[in-house]
């Protein structure tokens, strides 16, 4: 069973281009999460998405980003216009549910750098 | 709002000896507590969690925590540390949605 799998690993945009990250949850797993993590910092909790829905947002920026989780394929976090605050480490887990003996497990995660 | 401090920015510690990471938190219910560790390039691995019960928690890798509602506490201990333990450590305090909030993390570093 293979883990949480996000690609790419490594992505380089110069300011003004879109970057797009890819998050395939673990199989079974209808749950997914998206956290930033900025240089010297902790992850910071972005949007929750299950299966063609947006559960909770309240992390996102207002603007230029957007995140979707198809019934098909992976779950898309999408960056319009890059800026160069926007140059991060974004980390996606996914979970089958929420119970108490539900755990997340993240995958490795895209590090996003804006030229 | 729920937010967590780790105080500790980075612990040097020999190898064989004991770790202790420090977390306080902040939580306006009863948290779910979590301690996660990051390997440099890679994802986060659960370490343990507390939801409720026995307040000493075990986990992987030899390690344990200890829940102190009084304090508001979360550490993180192992009794001897080994050269593989060396990695960043983060604790996160949420509800059941998974909603978490990390701290800025404690970098471990293992001397021989």
């Known amino acids: 069973n293979a883990g949480v799998m996000q690609n790419p690993r490594h992505l380089v945009r110069r300011r003004g281009q879109e970057a797009r990250l890819r998050c395939s949850p673990m199989?079974?797993?209808?749950?997914v999460y998206w956290y930033r993590q900025l240089p010297e910092e902790g992850l910071k909790f972005m949007v929750y998405?299950?299966?063609?829905?947006?559960?909770?947002e309240s992390g996102m920026p207002k603007e230029r980003f957007s995140a979707e989780f198809p019934k098909e394929g992976p779950s898309i976090l999408r960056i319009q216009q890059v800026v160069r605050g926007d140059s991060a480490a974004y980390f996606c887990?996914?979970?089958?549910?929420?119970?108490?003996?539900?755990?997340?497990?993240f995958g490795q995660g895209t590090r996003l750098t804006v030229v | 709002a729920q937010s967590v401090t780790q105080p500790d920015i980075h612990i040097t510690v020999s190898e064989g000896a004991s770790l202790e990471l420090r977390c306080n938190y902040s939580?306006?219910?009863?948290?779910?507590l979590f301690w996660y560790v990051q390997s440099p390039g890679q994802g986060l691995q659960l370490l343990l969690k507390?939801?409720?019960?026995?307040?000493l928690v075990q986990g992987i890798k030899g390690f344990e925590a200890e829940f102190k509602r009084s304090q508001s506490s979360f550490n993180l201990r192992k009794p001897s540390v080994h050269w593989s333990d060396a990695a960043e450590y983060f604790c996160?305090?949420?509800?059941?949605?998974?909603?978490?909030?990390f701290g800025a993390g404690t970098t471990v570093t293992v001397r021989a």
């Open positions: 887990a996914s979970s089958p549910g929420t119970s108490d003996n539900s755990e997340a497990f």
């Open positions: 199989k079974g797993h209808s749950h």
């Open positions: 998405l299950q299966k063609e829905n947006i559960i909770d």
């Open positions: 939580y306006g219910a009863t948290p779910y």
């Open positions: 507390y939801f409720s019960g026995d307040t």
């Open positions: 996160a305090v949420g509800a059941r949605d998974y909603k978490l909030s």
